[in-house]
């Protein structure tokens, strides 16, 4: 592990997408470092599950709905806010890719992020806090995951530069960062057309890892900003080459 034990103590971490995969890993590393966490997701059973006995605020929210991820976020302050909801869809080929697919896509992985940040913005100048978003390196490197999903991470990218500029500008110390990881063993890859064979899942990033660089970003200090990280797992993906 990175991040020394205790080091988001007396921080409050939010984070979307906790049902599963990279968002449930977050959750639970997040605790475990001594954040008050408060964990979203659609799948409130799927929460309760993963994240065990540990004392985590759970609210069941799909982050699409912008009045619902309103109500949830309902904090004084907010010092990281990690957005690791996200979805991708079988018929994801242009030629296959339908309306309902593309909205699907839009609404959870780039709807959501506009929804959580608009939500959450005042907690998090409050707090002169940090917003962690999960993206994929499909977002700069064209690969098997299809255009339509494509097209959403690289619009977190771009919404987390613009962000992040404005911010600056107005002086209110909020940081916005974007992990973009290769492939992750997560239940995302169960929607592909032809799923990865089980010699690549044995050495694709897992949950866990992606968590660790989450919650290293979430421990920065507030003077020190990293708006972008890549991070592929080793001998299956290279830049330029992410398939």
């Known amino acids: ?34 954040a008050t966490v408060t964990a979203l997701a659609r799948r409130r059973a799927a929460m309760e599950e993963g994240l065990g006995a ?11 709905d912008r009045e619902a991820t309103a109500a949830a976020l309902d904090h004084d302050s907010i010092d990281a806010l990690v957005l ?72 977190v990218l771009a919404f987390a530069r613009g962000a992040t500029l404005e911010e600056f500008d107005a002086e209110t110390g909020v940081r916005f960062s974007v992990v973009a990881p290769g492939v992750v063993d997560t239940p995302l890859l169960e929607r592909r057309p032809n799923p990865p064979p089980p010699e690549d899942l044995a050495v694709a990033l897992k949950s866990e890892e992606v968590a660790e660089v989450c919650a290293f970003l979430a421990a920065l200090p507030p003077g020190v900003h990293v708006p972008e990280l890549t991070v592929l797992p080793t001998g299956l993906q290279a830049l330029g080459r992410t398939s």
């Open 84 to 155: 690791a909801a996200g979805t991708n869809v079988k018929d994801r080929k242009l030629a296959e890719l339908s309306p309902e697919s593309w909205e699907s896509l839009m609404r959870t992985n780039l709807d959501g992020v506009y929804h959580c940040v608009r939500a959450a913005l005042p907690a998090l100048r409050k707090a002169k806090g940090v917003v962690v978003i999960v993206g994929s390196v499909s977002g700069s490197w064209p690969d098997v995951s299809g255009p339509g999903y494509q097209a959403t991470k690289a619009g």
């Open 1 to 34: 592990m990175i991040v020394a034990d205790g080091a988001l103590a007396g921080k409050t971490v939010v984070v979307s997408g906790a049902s599963s995969g990279i968002g449930l890993a977050a959750a639970q590393r997040m605790h475990d470092l001594g």
């Open 54 to 64: 540990r004392d985590v605020d759970i609210r069941a929210v799909d982050v699409g």
